[in-house]
């Protein structure tokens, strides 16, 4: 259900400053050219004051859809904190396009993940209810008398002249254009001789009420069939593939395969790429029933036939019809620009890997199952623009913009959590977060930096303060499928505003009964928060919050060599000789029952990276940082940021081959004895049966949890050293080895915890 919001504002946004200001240059500007006229204006009124003052009216009219064109149908901005966009671009129901210009959703959902629209109806129903008419009204009340300024140029030709009462503005909305009509009573004197005129009336030649229809057409149109989600699937479908430099298929089926061919994604290259998808992509959903021209993939584009016509295939289906109703002299356009915001989760946070399922009895090496299937979570927006070829905007196109929310979960296109659950919920609306719902007294959160270095702590500027009263919504996937299997719904968090210089923040804050919880973030920094309790109309609270930066770390990454298993028939022929080979990892019934370590720490070689996968397990906010993740090799320089807490490590070693067949699995490179029995004699045999390129092995790793402490961090707050551990198996030489190394490293990291567990060090630079 598409629901309508109004929206009241008590002052006119910065944004329209430049916009007045023009207009008071045109408005001075004409004065001078209707002062030299002899008095008429061609088809106007025959008084000059009369046609200055329609003149002006049709300037304001004019500017005044400018901006609504830009705005999405709204002049008015106050309601919206866009001053937090830049660092929380989902915080309020509005995109930032640009630096200059902002534009309020036509379809989102809010924090409680239910539909939502800030779409303004088209006419007023009473006044001040936020409608484009009321707006513009409004917008000509206002900026009119700047633009007159005073009709001082006509006072300086002896005509005096005297509002009697405060202008009134009507605007209609004709099939095509806008029209004002303005009540406002002038005596205008001169020579002695007084008259009174107080009617104007102007018309631009605008089909606002045509490209408004069509805009609110595609909204609903995208309400009722999810198409930018569904045309985003198949983009999504169409680039995805069991590929590094594709995306994380949707459904890559099953492969078996050596363990060692696993194909993963880092977190951030998979949105890099989404963005870029977009960007390159989005621009190609077309409105069939609006001018366009369709697309056509040539050869010179794409030379293979069938990636061509797969390509085609995908184009085709990005053309949308949204009515029966044609629009022939308006051109819709699509976009997704690369500094709109995304949110993106693919299953995974950091490395995102195939769900893995193991053989461990293939006596060839060591197979796994993998399942390339992830299910997609994302938000981003789509920014609308109609531009109407027959309205005439100073001999230009009108243009009007609208942005909607492109939002899926978990594969399932832009639904709510409670219709993707089957549960029912009410239409009514959320308010918790709007100003009106702002009852408590004047409150004052404080925010202090504190220092591992220092007992001294000071305020600190410029901290995002939040507000959520009870839990929030909670959603579960299924680990296998990425499908969501269950929601819990919470409430809102409200973000408050931002400390001052003396890391204070006066505000009030939404009442709540059974509990609440003011947090705070800034970038850089660990989060903190303090529970409230209950927040009562008219009564204030102090809360005082104290959070510390986030250590700058530089990263060093070491190795420790461990023998591989030695097979039970290997191991009794070197002990029958006399000789007892150490061991490094002791299996006992497929388990690790010993790790042992025979080499210090060695740095890796330039053929091997580590795949860094670091875990926040205290998060104090949903939007903190969950997961980092990094790619290590020796000599580049890769810097984190870690704060005191619980993280879960997790690091795999990647060994590439020096040179082609380096690490080639050689036909009957191994043999196995079958002891044979009643009737069968006894045999070697030989395996492989052929040949196997491989490129990269998993030659081992590490997985952990610890616990960061203040005391870890102490020694500076600059960027210094954190040194990693992981376990080496070495170079495979014999198949079974190939693929084993992977399942050892918790185990190990278990038994060797104290020694590889990350150190802290301070560099001697």
């Avoid at 029209?179 to 007084?194: H, I, K, M, S």
């Avoid at 609208?402 to 009410?426: H, K």
């Avoid at 019934?589 to 790790?595: L, M």
């Avoid at 043999?671 to 196997?692: C, N």
């Amino acid at each position: 259900m598409l629901k309508k919001r109004s929206k009241r504002g008590q002052a006119t946004h910065y944004i329209i400053v430049g916009i007045v200001a023009l207009i008071l240059v045109v408005g001075i500007g004409y004065i001078t050219s209707v002062m030299q006229k002899s008095g008429t204006i061609s088809g106007g009124p025959s008084d000059p004051v009369s046609a200055y003052t329609q003149e002006c009216l049709q300037e304001v009219t004019k500017q005044g859809l400018s901006v609504l064109g830009q705005q999405a149908g709204h002049i008015y901005l106050d309601d919206y904190a866009l001053e937090f966009l830049d660092d929380a671009p989902f915080s309020a129901p509005v995109l930032k396009v640009s630096d200059y210009q902002y534009a309020p959703y036509w379809f989102y959902q809010g924090g409680v993940i239910l539909d939502d629209s800030e779409m303004p109806r088209l006419e007023k129903k009473n006044e001040l209810d936020g409608s484009v008419q009321d707006q513009l009204e409004r917008f000509i009340v206002e900026s009119l008398p700047i633009c007159l300024n005073d009709y001082k140029k006509f006072e300086e030709q002896g005509v005096v002249i005297e509002p009697t009462a405060e202008p009134v503005a009507v605007v209609t909305f004709t099939d095509e254009s806008v029209v004002t009509n303005l009540y406002y009573p002038l005596d205008v004197e001169r020579e002695g001789e007084t008259i009174t005129v107080d009617s104007f009336n102007t018309g631009v030649n605008i089909r606002f009420k045509e490209v408004y229809e069509l805009a609110r057409e595609i909204v609903i149109y995208e309400d009722e069939t999810n198409f930018l989600e569904q045309d985003t699937q198949d983009l999504i479908t169409a680039f995805g593939r069991v590929d590094p430099d594709a995306l994380p298929p949707l459904f890559g089926g099953l492969e078996v395969t050596n363990c060692g061919e696993m194909v993963f994604w880092l977190e951030e290259d998979v949105k890099k790429d989404f963005k870029s998808m977009l960007t390159n992509n989005i621009p190609y959903i077309k409105l069939g029933n609006t001018k366009h021209e369709g697309v056509k993939v040539t050869k010179k584009e794409q030379k293979d036939k069938d990636l061509r016509a797969t390509m085609q295939g995908v184009y085709d289906t990005l053309i949308e019809e949204t009515s029966n109703k044609d629009y022939p002299n308006i051109r819709s356009y699509f976009e997704y620009r690369p500094n709109f915001p995304l949110e993106l989760f693919v299953g995974q946070r950091g490395v995102i890997k195939p769900s893995v399922k193991y053989d461990l009895n293939y006596i060839f090496g060591r197979t796994c199952f993998l399942t390339y299937q992830f299910g997609y979570t994302y938000k981003y927006p789509v920014l609308v623009t109609l531009l109407d070829e027959e309205s005439n905007f100073d001999e230009q196109p009108y243009m009007f913009q609208f942005p909607m929310m492109v939002i899926t979960e978990g594969n399932f296109p832009r639904m709510s959590i409670f219709d993707a659950l089957g549960v029912e919920r009410g239409e009514s609306e959320n308010y918790f977060c709007q100003g009106d719902q702002r009852q408590s007294g004047d409150s004052e959160v404080i925010v202090l930096e504190t220092s591992a270095l220092s007992a001294t702590k000071k305020p600190l500027a410029g901290a995002f303060v939040y507000f959520q009263c009870g839990p929030r919504i909670v959603e579960e996937y299924d680990d296998e499928t990425g499908a969501l299997i269950n929601a819990t719904p919470f409430s809102d968090v409200c973000m408050i505003g931002t400390t001052d210089e003396d890391g204070k923040l006066t505000a009030k804050f939404p009442t709540c009964i059974g509990g609440s919880l003011v947090s705070v973030q800034k970038p850089g920094y660990a989060s903190g928060g303090d529970i409230i309790g209950d927040v009562m109309t008219g009564i204030s609270f102090n809360s005082t919050i104290e959070i510390r930066p986030l250590t700058k770390l530089k990263l060093d990454l070491k190795k420790y060599f461990v023998i591989p298993p030695i097979s039970d028939t290997d191991l009794k022929a070197a002990e029958a000789t006399g000789f007892v080979p150490k061991q490094g990892v002791v299996m006992e019934n497929n388990e690790v029952k010993e790790c042992n370590l025979y080499s210090p720490g060695a740095p890796l070689s330039l053929n091997e990276e580590a795949i860094i996968t670091i875990r926040n397990l205290e998060r104090i906010l949903e939007s903190d940082t969950p997961m980092i993740a990094a790619k290590f090799k020796q000599g580049e320089d890769i810097t984190l940021e870690l704060g005191p807490g619980t993280y879960e490590f997790d690091i795999m070693l990647l060994r590439h081959e020096k040179w082609d067949g380096e690490l080639d699995i050689k036909k009957h490179s191994q043999s196995y004895h079958f002891a044979g029995g009643i009737g069968q004699d006894s045999k070697d045999v030989s395996f492989p049966d052929q040949d196997y390129e491989v490129e990269s092995v998993m030659a081992g790793g590490a997985k952990y949890l610890i616990t960061i402490t203040e005391d870890d961090l102490v020694w500076t707050e600059e960027a210094d050293t954190m040194t990693l551990y992981v376990f080496d198996e070495g170079k495979p030489k014999k198949v079974d080895e190939y693929f084993a190394a992977m399942a050892h490293t918790e185990k190990c990291s278990e038994i060797n915890y104290e020694t590889v567990k990350p150190k802290f060090s301070v560099s001697e630079e």
